[in-house]
C-alpha cells in the first residue's frame, strides 16, 4: 500500500524532466548545426562525406570479417556441417500421452 508522504515526487516527473531535457539538447543541437551550416556553407559538404567515410569503413569492415570466416572455412578442409537442431530429435517418438490428475 502507498503511504501518502508529502515528500514524495509525482510518479511521471522525473520521466517528464528526462524527456524534456532530451528535447532541449535535440533541438539546441539542430539549431546550432543549421547556424554553423549557414556560417560555412562547406560543412555540409563535410558532413556528407564524413557519413560516406563511416558507411564506406563499417562495409569494408564486415567485408574482411565475411573474408575470414570463409577462409577459415576453406582451411578447415572438410564441408561444413548443417546447424543441428538444439532438442533431441532422436528417440522413441510417443503417439499417444498419459495425463495423471491427483486429486485430494
Request: glycine share 8%.
Amino acid at each position: 500500500m502507498f503511504e501518502h508522504n508529502s515528500n514524495n515526487k509525482d510518479i511521471f516527473e522525473e520521466g517528464y524532466k528526462s524527456l524534456q531535457r532530451g528535447l532541449w539538447v535535440f533541438g539546441g543541437s539542430l539549431v546550432v548545426l543549421a547556424v554553423l551550416i549557414f556560417m560555412f556553407p562547406a560543412l555540409i559538404g563535410y558532413i556528407f562525406a564524413a557519413f560516406i567515410l563511416f558507411a564506406g569503413t563499417a562495409i569494408l569492415a564486415v567485408g574482411w570479417k565475411v573474408w575470414r570466416f570463409k577462409k577459415r572455412l576453406e582451411s578447415s578442409g572438410k564441408e561444413p556441417e548443417p546447424f543441428k537442431a538444439s532438442f533431441r530429435t532422436e528417440g522413441p517418438h510417443y503417439s499417444r500421452r498419459r495425463i495423471f490428475v491427483v486429486m485430494k
